[in-house]
């Protein structure tokens, strides 16, 4: 009972670090979130500037009276909208980038902690230097942590390796403890032998 405690303690710590270190991470990408948001914001707000001006133009008047500054004109405004659209799409290229970046150095840094604790599950379990006995053990702790209310899910995000050697640990005591109740709840009926006569018994001839 006190090792299943403890393995459960142990889930339950592994897993507050986890959801630590998960909102953490969501708050930071909140953060950025909200900041390019504005931005783009502040973008948007710009080009409809722009816009309202172009349009409160009398472009053909314009046009009538200086042919010139007509296509001047013009032209600085054409110049003016390519900026901001420059922007919008520098913006969209440096989100698409962060994430992508974000995604690389999550995936690197998880392959980096998931080889640290494949050697550090290995020194405290040497039976798995053996790939099938390893194989082998994983799925049926993977099963008996299952069947102790484990969820698919949480032995998905379970990397830290002393959980699964204290999972391991508990499972083998489990066994032991089953082979042990067993093995006393067992009767052993022994054969009924008849007891012998003495010589002269009366009933010895019977």
């Given at each position: 009972?006190?090792?299943?405690?403890?393995?459960?303690?142990?889930?339950?710590?592994?897993?507050t670090?986890?959801?630590?270190?998960?909102?953490?991470?969501?708050?930071?990408?909140?953060?950025?979130?909200?900041?390019?948001?504005q931005?783009?914001?502040?973008?948007?707000?710009q080009?409809?500037?722009?816009?309202?001006?172009f349009?409160?133009?009398?472009?053909?008047a314009?046009?009538?009276?200086?042919?010139?500054q007509?296509?001047?004109?013009?032209?600085?405004?054409?110049?003016?909208?390519?900026?901001?659209?420059?922007?919008?799409?520098?913006?969209?290229?440096?989100?698409?980038?962060?994430?992508?970046?974000?995604?690389?150095?999550?995936?690197?840094?998880?392959?980096?902690?998931?080889?640290?604790?494949?050697?550090?599950?290995?020194?405290?379990?040497?039976?798995?230097?053996?790939q099938?006995?390893?194989?082998?053990?994983?799925?049926?702790?993977?099963?008996?942590?299952?069947?102790?209310?484990?969820?698919?899910?949480?032995?998905?995000?379970?990397?830290?390796?002393?959980?699964?050697?204290?999972?391991?640990?508990?499972?083998?005591?489990?066994?032991?403890?089953?082979?042990?109740?067993?093995?006393?709840?067992?009767?052993?009926?022994?054969?009924?032998?008849?007891?012998?006569?003495a010589?002269?018994?009366?009933?010895?001839?019977?």
């Amino acid at each position: 009972y006190r090792l299943q405690q403890h393995v459960d303690e142990k889930a339950k710590e592994v897993n507050t670090q986890k959801e630590a270190i998960a909102a953490e991470q969501k708050q930071l990408r909140e953060n950025y979130s909200a900041a390019i948001q504005q931005a783009a914001m502040m973008i948007g707000a710009q080009e409809e500037e722009l816009v309202n001006e172009f349009n409160a133009i009398d472009w053909d008047a314009v046009k009538a009276k200086d042919p010139n500054q007509y296509i001047i004109k013009r032209d600085e405004y054409k110049a003016r909208f390519n900026k901001i659209q420059a922007k919008r799409t520098e913006l969209g290229e440096k989100w698409d980038a962060d994430r992508k970046k974000a995604q690389e150095e999550y995936q690197a840094n998880l392959h980096v902690q998931l080889s640290k604790e494949a050697e550090l599950i290995v020194d405290k379990i040497p039976e798995w230097k053996d790939q099938a006995t390893a194989k082998k053990e994983a799925l049926e702790i993977k099963a008996y942590a299952i069947s102790q209310g484990f969820s698919e899910e949480e032995l998905g995000t379970l990397i830290d390796h002393r959980a699964w050697v204290m999972l391991r640990k508990a499972k083998l005591y489990d066994q032991l403890s089953n082979k042990t109740d067993a093995t006393v709840k067992k009767v052993v009926t022994l054969p009924k032998i008849a007891a012998k006569k003495a010589p002269g018994d009366p009933d010895a001839s019977q």
